[in-house]
């Protein structure tokens, strides 16, 4: 039977063995990484979750390690993939799941905007140095979203050196991820981009409760609106996609709800789908080339 929307990542990974695959899952302490972190495990993987605060970040899970990474250091990503090389393991699975949402204009490293910076350009530098420990059937997940609706790439401008709108910087950085996939892809990594669905957890911290209110996120009680998911649903995706044989054959694609994503028909972001902006091969080539500019990572 398919999976659905609704299905959680614990029955995504039903019968499936990742005993003696090691993951690497960014973010992978807290709110929807927890929980991919948590399926992983309990399947049997190993799984390395990098934090900023190495201190706090706790799963509680077997099966775990923490190391100190800093997606906004290129310096720490340096010396964190360095670190993992040396030790001589490999990497069968990458979740590029850490984020920001919507954080005040902030700067980060050599006065890059800090969505762009770390959902995007850390991540991409991150993988990229990580490459020679991937094995032959690695796949690597990068967790986009549906705010990819609102923004492609501010070619003329990523960083945001005017007109810094907190919405659009992080649509930017979403597209950005949709891309970087696309790309990686047809560099013989396989790769995939998924939407998890709208979760409520700790991404949204920079968005006060008033403003999720009049955004409709919760309903009258209190609750999460309809067509919110649980962290554990919208773990699901992500999971699935670094796991399902059946995409073997679609690497590259945008995934939604436990499976290949439609064409975007609406600007409903509930529905979903993906836009077209997100799957060009052009600018996902010209999205890697200014990513390995910037970073000097190639």
């Not at 799984?47 to 706090?56: E, H, T």
């Not at 007109?163 to 790769?191: E, I, P």
């Not at 993906?274 to 091969?281: F, G, H, L, Q, Y």
Request: hydrophobic letters at 45%.
């Amino acid at each position: 039977m398919p999976f659905t929307a609704h299905s959680t990542a614990a029955e995504v990974l039903t019968g499936v063995d990742l005993t003696g695959r090691t993951a690497l899952v960014t973010g992978g302490y807290s709110g929807l990484g927890l929980e991919i972190t948590r399926a992983l495990t309990a399947a049997g993987a190993h799984v390395l979750v990098p934090a900023r605060r190495p201190q706090i970040a706790r799963t509680h899970l077997p099966d775990t390690e923490i190391d100190a990474l800093d997606l906004a250091d290129q310096r720490d990503i340096r010396d964190f993939a360095a670190r993992f090389l040396d030790s001589g393991r490999t990497l069968d699975l990458v979740i590029a799941n850490a984020g920001i949402m919507a954080c005040p204009e902030t700067r980060v490293g050599p006065g890059w905007e800090a969505h762009f910076a770390v959902n995007h350009l850390g991540h991409y530098a991150l993988v990229n140095r990580l490459r020679p420990a991937l094995s032959s059937t690695a796949r690597v997940v990068s967790v986009s979203s549906s705010g990819h609706f609102l923004a492609d790439i501010r070619w003329a401008d990523p960083h945001w050196h005017t007109g810094y709108d907190r919405w659009l910087a992080y649509a930017q950085s979403k597209t950005a991820n949709a891309l970087f996939a696309l790309h990686l892809d047809t560099l013989g990594v396989r790769s995939f981009a998924v939407h998890p669905g709208s979760i409520l957890t700790p991404l949204q911290r920079h968005i006060p409760r008033e403003e999720q209110l009049a955004l409709g996120w919760f309903a009258a009680d209190g609750t999460p609106a309809p067509g919110f998911k649980t962290p554990a649903q919208g773990a699901a995706t992500a999971v699935w996609a670094a796991t399902a044989p059946e995409l073997d054959a679609h690497g590259g694609a945008y995934c939604q709800d436990n499976a290949l994503a439609r064409p975007a028909a609406t600007e409903d972001m509930l529905i979903g789908g993906v836009k077209p902006w997100a799957r060009d091969p052009a600018a996902a080539a010209r999205l890697w080339d200014l990513s390995a500019e910037l970073t000097g990572v190639g």
